[in-house]
């Protein structure tokens, strides 16, 4: 069978990019990645895409008169790319009814918090504002309200005494890295029902294990 193609869109950075790439250098990991899209030009992700010999196309949303062209203009590049999964990935624009509809059951987002928990923006220093002793990260699949849609997977971290923003982002990050590519692994297989909108992975086991923090 062949591999899942996928967009992967970004805004910066690109380290989750990064983990799906280095996932896909695996022989065995069934998903490749067909096309990067940028909306910011010279952000360090796109150097990633060209590192690894990836298409990377930069679609700049300032250079469109409205949200819903510059959707369109990422859609047929997307389509005609093949792809089968959109991947959003630290893509830092809000996308049209109208694109997310078109995508819909085909596009998941990672977010660096335990949804329904801290949607939107600032996760990290709202969860150690709020006094949470744990927060982590979600792969779910794309609804239009942000940051909503079944849930996939979720890793969960502990907040420490004395975390800011940063020292607590770079803990997500981690588990970010590995729970992404888990999660397209998953989809490529097959095995992520949605069922009354929830996800559901069919043969993947729940841990038995509670985490308490602090340490009693
Ligand atoms: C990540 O924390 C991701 O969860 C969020 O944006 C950040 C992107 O980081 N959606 P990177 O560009 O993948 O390094």
């Known amino acids: 069978m062949g591999k899942l193609k996928l967009a992967v869109l970004i805004s910066g ?3 989750n990019l990064q983990a799906l790439i ?3 250098a695996a022989p065995d990991y069934p998903a490749e990645i067909a096309l990067v899209i940028s909306n910011v030009a010279g952000v360090e992700g796109i ?3 060209t590192n690894a010999g990836l298409p990377v196309l930069v679609i700049d949303h300032k250079k469109y008169p409205s ?3 510059f959707d369109l203009e990422m859609t047929q590049a997307i389509e005609a790319a093949g792809v089968e999964l959109i991947c959003l990935a630290g893509f830092m624009r809000l996308l049209s009814e109208e694109f997310i509809d078109h995508w819909h059951n085909r596009m998941i987002n990672i977010h660096p918090s335990l949804l329904p928990a801290f949607k939107g923006l600032d ?4 969860a150690i504002a709020a006094g949470a002793r744990f927060s982590g990260c979600t792969v779910h699949y794309v ?3 942000m940051d909503t849609g079944p849930i996939i997977t979720q890793a969960a971290v502990p ?3 004395g975390d800011d923003a940063d020292t607590l982002a770079a803990r997500i990050l981690v588990q970010e890295h590995i729970i992404y590519p888990q999660a397209v692994r ?3 297989e097959g095995r992520v029902m949605i069922e009354n909108q929830q996800a559901i992975v069919d043969g993947a086991d729940a841990p038995t294990a509670a985490v308490i923090n602090p340490l009693p």
């Open 13 to 15: 950075r690109g380290s």
């Open 67 to 69: 949200r819903a062209e």
């Open 159 to 161: 907040i420490h005494t």
């Open 143 to 145: 609804r239009f309200d």
């Open 186 to 188: 998953w989809i490529a």
């Open 47 to 49: 150097e990633r895409a």
């Open 22 to 24: 280095d996932a896909c």
């Open 123 to 126: 996760v990290q220093a709202r």
